[in-house]
């Protein structure tokens, strides 16, 4: 068998074609949707890039294997244990050693592991190419990688590939000469000019007015890449701009699609599509980044093409990206993994049985500290460290009616929230209850003094703050946060 997977950097799935975009930004994507299964409710279970591959790969939660966040102590796999033998079962039974066990050569064309010193990222693979810029790669730097590849090792048989394409996280790279396909396209209905009137006085890192996180620096060899927008026009240009990254990808995903057909390998093959994490673009006051445990953030495309399974068909179910390891091991024949937290949704493939759960527990500790309970027509979020927004304790947003996370309507609705907390409570019992240690990452990160990207950044934050006419902000800042300035 030969299985491709294709890892798409901070890929928000309703910004893809297939799933219902009104801009035709990934005709090779929909194509591989057309012929497999597109599953519309799938979320990393940790977010963003480090704790969301970790949580693919090993199968379990980060409150299982340790990583939640993108520095210090809970960047790192939590230590198998004092029961690790000659090897360490977790990266024994990762993700890809699936693929070697079930008689597949298998390999990567990535720069994930030096990205974040995730060395682990590599158990199970046969052979690693790194690009070599740590994900500033532009698409056309990884393909002929790919090509190569695929020249040399297409025609074998039993092999499985990961290819991991970089553009559509920031800075927004795509060729200046490939112009603008979506000019004359209008910006979201929902960005109003009152909303975004509303925008430009948030406060908090990603804020449309400063889009390279504290400060409205622009690097400027990525000239599609703003530092801020003061206007409607260019907050469409930072829409555009990811939706022009996304074309761009998929344009050199077609070219690999054309390769495997011209000689005869598609139709017989397994493609699989997926992301690490989506990508706010106003929601909560965000733009260009992937820093919550929201709906936007968590959610990611998941797209499976499988010889013998079910075609254009669409799962409707909840799902974590952690489940993908047993699905595979069920597939491929593979004895499953006790400490996989993971569940094989194999029947949704092969005859559209419902394999969704009943709730789905969404963390984020890189640059908030979060947890999230997505349930029926509700994402309820409840915030331990704000990362400088100015976030309620307490968050609960009808996604059904509210795609956009526009109205908290937690106060409105206790009883939908004690729920949520009850579906909380209960998910960390039973997950400390079956953990290898009884400690909690998200209050490590919290011990260490908050998530990786708000440490040490807020005493010149609010000083921009207040030149830039959102003195009321800073104060509120030093007032909940005051432990910054001592």
């Not at 970790?54 to 520095?71: D, K, M, P, Q, S």
């Not at 979020?381 to 704000?386: F, L, N, P, S």
């Not at 009884?438 to 209050?443: E, Q, S, V």
Request: glycine share 8%; charged share 25%.
């Amino acid at each position: 068998m030969r299985i491709l997977m294709l890892d798409l950097d901070t890929l928000r799935p309703d910004h893809l074609s297939c799933y219902g975009y009104s801009r035709e930004t990934s005709p090779a994507i929909d194509s591989i949707a057309r012929d497999g299964v597109r599953f519309d409710h799938y979320h990393c279970s940790d977010a963003p890039c480090l704790p969301s591959r970790a949580a693919l790969v090993t199968g379990r939660f980060g409150i299982h294997n340790g990583i939640v966040n993108h520095g210090g102590l809970a960047a790192d796999l939590r230590p198998y244990g004092i029961d690790r033998g000659f090897k360490d079962q977790q990266l024994e039974n990762s993700l890809f050693n699936i693929f070697r066990k079930a008689g597949m050569h298998t390999a990567s064309i990535s720069p994930f592991a030096e990205r974040h010193s995730a060395y682990w990222f590599t158990a199970g693979l046969n052979e690693v190419i790194n690009t070599g810029k740590c994900g500033d790669e532009t698409a056309d730097e990884i393909l002929p990688s790919v090509i190569n590849w695929l020249e040399k090792n297409a025609m074998k048989d039993n092999w499985f590939l990961h290819v991991n394409f970089w553009d559509p996280h920031t800075p927004y790279r795509a060729p200046m000469e490939m112009g603008n396909p979506f000019e004359k396209d209008p910006p979201p209905e929902w960005i109003t000019q009152e909303v975004f009137a509303q925008h430009q006085k948030h406060v908090g890192p990603h804020s449309i007015n400063e889009l390279g996180m504290y400060s409205d620096w622009a690097p400027a060899d990525r000239p599609r890449q703003l530092g801020k927008a003061t206007n409607m026009d260019e907050m469409k240009q930072v829409i555009d701009g990811y939706d022009v990254d996304i074309l761009y990808m998929d344009q050199k995903i077609n070219v690999i699609l054309d390769f495997l057909k011209q000689n005869g390998l598609y139709d017989d093959m397994a493609i699989i599509v997926t992301s690490d994490h989506g990508e706010n673009m106003g929601e909560l006051g965000i733009y260009a980044e992937h820093g919550t445990a929201d709906e936007i953030t968590t959610r990611i495309p998941m797209i499976i093409k499988w010889p013998g399974m079910l075609k254009n068909h669409v799962d409707k179910g909840l799902h974590y990206n952690l489940d993908l390891a047993p699905t595979m091991a069920e597939l491929l024949n593979v004895k499953p993994y006790e400490k996989w937290d993971g569940r094989s949704y194999a029947a949704a493939l092969r005859d559209g049985t419902d394999c969704g759960r009943e709730y789905l527990i969404l963390s984020q500790c890189a640059h908030v500290c979060q947890r999230s309970v997505r349930f029926g027509d509700y994402i309820y979020i409840r915030t331990y460290h704000d990362g400088f927004h100015l976030f309620d304790r307490e968050m609960l947003f009808n996604i059904k009616e509210d795609f956009h996370e526009q109205h908290n309507i937690a106060a409105q609705h206790p009883d939908i929230c004690a729920k949520a907390c009850r579906y909380l409570v209960d998910w960390q019992h039973d997950m400390l209850m079956t953990a290898d240690s009884d400690i909690d990452p998200l209050w490590t990160v919290m011990i260490e003094g908050g998530p990786y990207h708000a440490k040490g950044n807020l005493k010149h934050y609010v000083k921009r703050l207040e030149a830039t006419g959102r003195a009321e902000g800073a104060r509120l800042l030093r007032e909940r946060h005051p432990g910054e300035f001592r």
